[in-house]
């Protein structure tokens, strides 16, 4: 299984990043890499990582925290972006998937998603899962290396990555947060899911690169 999701596309959310949290406004997943019994967990989970990450995202910044899928041995990365309006993107990919591609394709998914709905994204105050086909076309073409070989060409002489500095989850949370906090406060995670956290305490593995 780690061989195949290791360059994959795992998910892409949508979000409304323009009030004090983000908004679920679309998402698209596969975890048919993973096995049955724990997809529901890991699905809260790509939901839960996806929305912190985005949250502490300033708008017309990147970033990429890189952690250990909970109850896996599945390394991934998470990429966010937000545009100007607060429109946001994150999307979750295998450790080995190209980060400049990545990093592209949350302004492509960003774009289509403000094509899709006309700009509603903006109106959208809680969760919900707006019917966006261009986003779930791109997020399927671009899980085919062959494509993302495409969007590396395209993007080869843009200025995607200006340069990387790593941190620590823990450099990321204010106020003497901690994670584990975080996911007991959280509404994205059911009761199992957070006692898959303490059991596995993959979270911990968290690392920040802020591009």
């Excluded at 967990?41 to 970033?63: N, Y």
């Excluded at 590396?152 to 002489?157: E, R």
């Amino acid at each position: 299984m780690s061989n195949q999701v290791d360059e994959a596309l795992i998910s892409a959310i949508i979000f409304n990043c323009s009030g004090d949290r983000p908004v679920v406004v679309h998402s698209c997943t596969h975890l048919h890499y993973f096995g049955f019994l724990t997809r529901k967990a890991i699905g809260q989970f790509l939901t839960f990582a996806s929305r912190e990450i985005v949250g502490r995202t300033e708008k017309l910044q990147r970033s990429a925290i890189k952690y250990t899928v909970e109850g896996t041995d599945v390394e991934t990365v998470c990429y966010t972006y937000i545009d100007t309006d607060g429109v946001g993107c994150a999307v979750i990919a295998g450790g080995k998937y190209n980060l400049r591609v990545a990093a592209s394709l949350t302004n492509i998914l960003i774009e289509a998603a403000r094509s899709d709905t006309h700009d509603r994204i903006l109106s959208v105050t809680e969760d919900t899962n707006l019917a966006m086909p261009e986003v779930d076309k791109q997020f399927e073409r671009y899980n085919d290396p062959k494509e993302a070989d495409t969007i590396l060409k395209i993007t080869a002489d843009l200025e995607v990555i200006k340069g990387m500095v790593i941190q620590n989850i823990n450099q990321l949370l204010v106020n003497g947060e901690k994670l584990e906090d975080l996911v007991q406060r959280s509404t994205d995670l059911s009761k199992q899911s957070k006692l898959m956290f303490d059991q596995s305490k993959g979270m911990n593995k968290w690392c920040c690169w802020l591009i």
